[in-house]
C-alpha cells in the first residue's frame, strides 16, 4: 500500500473519529486574574533584569519593578472587590481552575500589603555598617559560596549583593495569591509547589549566621517535600474517589448528588475509604502549612535561622495563603464530611493553642518565642474555621489580615537591636532596652500587646471575632481551651515588656541600629493598622463579612 494511501486513510479516520476543529481555544478572563498576572510577570522582569541590567544598578531597577508590581496587583484586586467580583459577580474563572470570589479577594489583597511591607524590609540597607564602602543588607553577598571561604570574602570586598531576592518574592507572592483562590486540586499543588520553592531558598540566604541559614532552609526544604508528598498522594486518593480533581465535582460525589457517572469509574467512585484518608492527607499538608501541632516541628528553627525580613514575610503571609486554601477546601470541597473532620480538627487546635503557648514560655530566643507564638496564633485561627459558619470565615479573614501586620512589624523591630554579631536575638540582650530607646521599645510593646490579644489591639478583636464564632458554632469548650492559652501567652509577652522597661541595661548591650524610610514605613504601617483594627474595627469587621461568602 502506498504511502498516500496510508495517509489518506489515517486523515479519513481521524476526521470521522473527531475532527482537529473541534477542540476548543481555553477561556481565559484575563482582567479577573490579573492581580496574579501582574505580579508573575514582573518576576519574570525581575530574572531578566538580573540577567541583563549591570551589577551597580540592579537593586535599584528590582526594588522599583517590585513595589510598582504589588501596587498596580493590589490596585487590580480592589477594581475587582469594586466592579462586585467579591459578591454578586463572584465566578469560577479560567476555565474552572480559579475562584474569584469574596474570600479569594480578601485574602489575596492582604497577600499583596504583606508582601509590600516584606519588600520594604528586604531592601534595608542601612542596618548593618558598611563593608569597604558598600552599603548591605540582610542578604548574603553571594548565596553560591561556601561560609567563610575566600571566595565570600572576596563577594563582600566587591560589594555585591544578592538582587535576586527580589523576583523570587514575587514568584512567592504569586504562588501565594493563586493558593486560597485555587478551585482545583491540580492547581491547588501548583500553587504550593510555586510559593514554597522561592521560600525554601530565601531561608538559606542570611548574610550573618550562615551556616544556622542553610541548616534552616534545609529542614524547611526536606520536611516541606514531605509535606507536599501526602498532599499530592491525598490527591491522587480524591481523584480515585470522585473520578475529577474540580472541587465542585468532588463534593457533590461526597453529597451524593452527582449525574452522569463516567461506567469505568463506577467501581471505584464513592469508596470512603479513598476520600477520607485522601482528605486527611490533603488536609495534613495543609496544617504544616500554617505550622499547626503536630506538625509544627519546622516553624521554630525555621524562623530563628531564616534572614529575618524572610522570616516576618513568611510568618504572615504563608499563614494567610494557607489558611484560606484550608478554609476553601473544608467549606466547598468537604461540608459533607463535616462530622468526620471536625472533631479531628478540635483535637488539632486545642494542641496548637496549648503547645505553642506553653513551650513558648521556655524559649530564650526572641525569633523562637514569635515562632512559637506564631503555632498559638495557628490555633486561635483553627477555632474560627471549626465554626464552620459564615461568621466562622469572615472572622478567620479579619484574623489573618490583622495578624499579618503585626507580624512583619514585630520582625521588623527585631532587626533593628544589633550587637556585633548581627542581630541580637537573645532575650538577655534585650533587658533595659525601654530606657536606651524608648521609642523602639514602645512600639515592640505595642506588636506584643496586640499578639496577647489585649484590647484596643488588633490582636483582641481579632481573637474576640473567632472566639464568638466559636462559640455560636457549637465549639464552646475550644473557646475555655482558647481564652486559657490566651492567658499562658500573655505571660510571655507581658514578660519580655517587663524586661524591656523594668530590667538594668547592660553596659555591653546591643545598640539600637537606625533604620532607612523603608523599615521605619513597614514599622510604621504595622503599628497603625494594629491600632485601627483595634479602637475602629467596626468597618473591617463588615469588610470581612460580606467577604466570607464561597463560591460553588
Not at 501596587?71 to 474569584?100: R, W
Not at 560589594?159 to 523570587?168: A, R
Not at 473520578?243 to 463534593?251: H, L, T
Not at 521599645?441 to 489585649?454: C, D, P, R, S, T
Request: glycine share 10%.
Amino acid at each position: 500500500m502506498s504511502a498516500s494511501a496510508v495517509h489518506s486513510l489515517w486523515t479519513t479516520a481521524a476526521t470521522a473519529a473527531d475532527p482537529i476543529s473541534k477542540i476548543d481555544a481555553p477561556k481565559i478572563e484575563y482582567g479577573q486574574l490579573s492581580p496574579t498576572l501582574i505580579v508573575i510577570g514582573a518576576a519574570v522582569v525581575g530574572v531578566l533584569v538580573e540577567a541583563f541590567v549591570p551589577r551597580k544598578h540592579r537593586y535599584y531597577t528590582q526594588l522599583f519593578v517590585s513595589v510598582v508590581a504589588l501596587a498596580a496587583a493590589f490596585a487590580a484586586v480592589v477594581g475587582l472587590a469594586a466592579g462586585g467580583y467579591g459578591t454578586t459577580k463572584a465566578h469560577i474563572a479560567a476555565m474552572g481552575a480559579v475562584a474569584v470570589d469574596g474570600p479569594a479577594l480578601f485574602l489575596q489583597g492582604t497577600i499583596l500589603l504583606a508582601g509590600l511591607l516584606g519588600v520594604f524590609t528586604f531592601a534595608e540597607r542601612r542596618l548593618d555598617p558598611a563593608a569597604h564602602g558598600n552599603r548591605v543588607d540582610s542578604f548574603a553577598a553571594q548565596a553560591a559560596s561556601v561560609p567563610g571561604s575566600d571566595s565570600e570574602k572576596a563577594a563582600v570586598k566587591a560589594g555585591f549583593t544578592t538582587t535576586e531576592v527580589f523576583p523570587l518574592l514575587l514568584f512567592a507572592i504569586g504562588g501565594m495569591l493563586v493558593f486560597p483562590s485555587a478551585n482545583d486540586l491540580l492547581t491547588l499543588f501548583i500553587a504550593l509547589e510555586v510559593f514554597s520553592l522561592p521560600l525554601y531558598l530565601l531561608c538559606a540566604v542570611a548574610r550573618r549566621k550562615r551556616l544556622m541559614s542553610q541548616e534552616a532552609a534545609v529542614k524547611y526544604f526536606l520536611l516541606g517535600a514531605f509535606a507536599s508528598a501526602f498532599t499530592l498522594f491525598g490527591i491522587a486518593l480524591l481523584y480515585g474517589y470522585a473520578g475529577s480533581v474540580s472541587y465542585a465535582r468532588i463534593a457533590q460525589v461526597v453529597d451524593g448528588t452527582v449525574q452522569n457517572v463516567d461506567p469505568a469509574l463506577a467501581d471505584t467512585m464513592g469508596n470512603d475509604a479513598l476520600l477520607l484518608i485522601g482528605a486527611a492527607m490533603v488536609v495534613m499538608g495543609l496544617l504544616f502549612k500554617v505550622g499547626a501541632v503536630p506538625f509544627h516541628m519546622w516553624t521554630p528553627d525555621v524562623y530563628q535561622g531564616a534572614p529575618t525580613p524572610v522570616t516576618g514575610f513568611m510568618a504572615s503571609a504563608t499563614k494567610v495563603a494557607a489558611f484560606g486554601a484550608l478554609l476553601r477546601l473544608l467549606y466547598v470541597v468537604l461540608p459533607g464530611l463535616r462530622w468526620d473532620w471536625r472533631p479531628v480538627m478540635w483535637g488539632v487546635a486545642i494542641v496548637t493553642m496549648l503547645g505553642g503557648a506553653i513551650v513558648a514560655i521556655t524559649q530564650t530566643d526572641i525569633k523562637r518565642l514569635l515562632a512559637y507564638s506564631s503555632i498559638a496564633h495557628a490555633g486561635f485561627i483553627l477555632a474560627g474555621v471549626i465554626a464552620t459558619t459564615p461568621d466562622g470565615v469572615s472572622s478567620v479573614l479579619f484574623y489573618l489580615a490583622a495578624y499579618s501586620f503585626v507580624t512583619i512589624g514585630a520582625f521588623a523591630v527585631v532587626t533593628l537591636v544589633r550587637d556585633a554579631g548581627g542581630e541580637a536575638t537573645h532575650l538577655s540582650k534585650w533587658a533595659g532596652l525601654g530606657r536606651r530607646s524608648p521609642m523602639v521599645a514602645a512600639v515592640f510593646a505595642v506588636f506584643l500587646l496586640a499578639f496577647a490579644g489585649i484590647p484596643l489591639t488588633s490582636g483582641f478583636t481579632g481573637k474576640f471575632a473567632v472566639f464568638k464564632a466559636a462559640a455560636e458554632g457549637g465549639a464552646a469548650p475550644l473557646v475555655v481551651v482558647g481564652v486559657i492559652s490566651s492567658a499562658i501567652a500573655a505571660f510571655f509577652y507581658i514578660r519580655v515588656i517587663v524586661l524591656m522597661f523594668f530590667s538594668e541595661p547592660r553596659p555591653e548591650g546591643p545598640t539600637v541600629a537606625v533604620p532607612s524610610p523603608l523599615t521605619t514605613t513597614a514599622i510604621a504601617v504595622g503599628v497603625a493598622v494594629t491600632v485601627v483594627l483595634g479602637v475602629a474595627p467596626q468597618y473591617f469587621l463588615d469588610l470581612a463579612g460580606q467577604a466570607g461568602v464561597f463560591v460553588r
